[in-house]
């Protein structure tokens, strides 16, 4: 991802915050956040103790590849990840470059039971609360959008709703602000923001920098079982899997096998 749509995307999340301000004030969402049902514990789930765990997303398009899945359902998809070895579930919610939208939340949330995280560029304090109402059980915050200041409020303000979250950085140089802001759930985004390539050896050369209390999730570029295993060996804690699980026309086998549960294909 070039830097310019970084801060594209960004000044997308202004605008839609600012509407979202207009039409429901914040102490309107605090009100619904407040009766909203418990959270589930997205970071337990991700304890595997060895084991390594998976995040799969539910993902219709992405600015690096367009659309990814054209028989998109993204409740269908989250039952199949459910039943085929996924811990926990990544929702898209950005509209306009990857094709989510907050309501997808609700609905899988109603149809599985293990934890959701909102997956989008989260920059306000509005959009943490509305992360909580939609049925959220944790929230991305990532490094390279946020200050200091910002990064440990929104996380705070996640932790006082109940919800977990997940904290990314791509740059080596982000991974000190993480572990300032207070964050035990930290993930190495292996996407290049420029070209965007991916390379797990990014997680693996960061691995011995992360304090071991500190769970740690290897993010994008995954698709084969021997990365999975050299995440795995290296005490990686969870991957978080988006496109080369939803290319895959039965998304179920293909959770299997990336978890070593079916043999993979030739
Ligand atoms: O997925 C993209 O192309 C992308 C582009 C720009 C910013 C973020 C992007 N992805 C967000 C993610 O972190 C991934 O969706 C997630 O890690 C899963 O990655 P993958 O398995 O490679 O789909």
Same mark, same amino acid.
């Given at each position: 991802?070039?830097?310019?749509?970084?801060?594209?995307?960004?000044?997308?999340?202004?605008?839609?915050?600012?509407?979202?301000?207009?039409?429901?004030?914040?102490?309107?969402?605090?009100?619904?956040?407040?009766?909203?049902?418990?959270?589930?514990?997205?970071?337990?789930?991700?304890?595997?103790?060895?084991?390594?765990?998976?995040?799969?997303?539910?993902?219709?398009?992405?600015?690096?590849?367009?659309?990814?899945?054209?028989?998109?359902?993204?409740?269908?998809?989250?039952?199949?990840?459910?039943?085929?070895?996924?811990?926990? /579930?990544?929702?898209?919610?950005?509209?306009?470059?990857?094709?989510?939208?907050?309501?997808?939340?609700?609905?899988?949330?109603?149809?599985?039971?293990?934890?959701?995280?909102?997956?989008?560029?989260?920059?306000?304090?509005?959009?943490?609360?509305?992360?909580?109402?939609?049925?959220?059980?944790?929230?991305?915050?990532?490094?390279?959008?946020?200050?200091?200041?910002?990064?440990?409020?929104?996380?705070?303000?996640?932790?006082?709703?109940?919800?977990?979250?997940?904290?990314?950085?791509?740059?080596?140089?982000?991974?000190?602000?993480?572990?300032?802001?207070?964050?035990?759930?930290?993930?190495?985004?292996?996407?290049?923001?420029?070209?965007?390539?991916?390379? /797990?050896?990014?997680?693996?050369?960061?691995?011995?920098?992360?304090?071991?209390?500190?769970?740690?999730?290897?993010?994008?570029? /995954?698709?084969?079982?021997?990365?999975?295993?050299?995440?795995?060996?290296?005490?990686?804690?969870?991957?978080?899997?988006?496109?080369?699980?939803?290319?895959?026309?039965?998304?179920?086998?293909?959770?299997?096998?990336?978890?070593?549960?079916?043999?993979?294909?030739?």
């Amino acid at each position: 991802m070039s830097a310019s749509i970084l801060d594209e995307i960004v000044a997308s999340k202004r605008r839609e915050v600012a509407a979202g301000r207009k039409r429901m004030p914040i102490e309107e969402l605090e009100a619904q956040a407040a009766e909203a049902p418990p959270v589930r514990d997205f970071r337990a789930a991700l304890d595997g103790r060895g084991a390594i765990q998976l995040i799969a997303e539910v993902k219709k398009a992405s600015p690096s590849v367009k659309v990814i899945r054209e028989d998109f359902e993204p409740v269908a998809i989250a039952r199949a990840y459910q039943q085929h070895g996924a811990a926990c /579930i990544s929702v898209l919610t950005d509209v306009p470059y990857f094709q989510g939208h907050l309501s997808y939340l609700a609905r899988i949330r109603a149809a599985v039971v293990i934890p959701l995280l909102r997956k989008d560029f989260l920059i306000d304090e509005y959009q943490v609360v509305e992360a909580r109402v939609a049925g959220a059980d944790a929230i991305l915050l990532i490094a390279e959008i946020l200050d200091d200041a910002t990064m440990a409020r929104l996380l705070e303000r996640a932790r006082e709703l109940g919800m977990a979250a997940l904290v990314e950085f791509h740059d080596p140089a982000n991974l000190p602000r993480v572990l300032a802001a207070g964050a035990d759930l930290v993930g190495v985004n292996n996407r290049d923001l420029h070209s965007f390539t991916t390379d /797990i050896d990014r997680t693996l050369r960061l691995r011995d920098q992360i304090p071991p209390e500190i769970l740690l999730v290897s993010e994008s570029g /995954i698709h084969d079982r021997a990365q999975v295993e050299r995440l795995e060996a290296a005490g990686v804690s969870a991957i978080l899997v988006g496109e080369s699980l939803l290319r895959k026309p039965d998304v179920g086998l293909a959770v299997e096998r990336l978890l070593g549960l079916a043999p993979e294909s030739r």
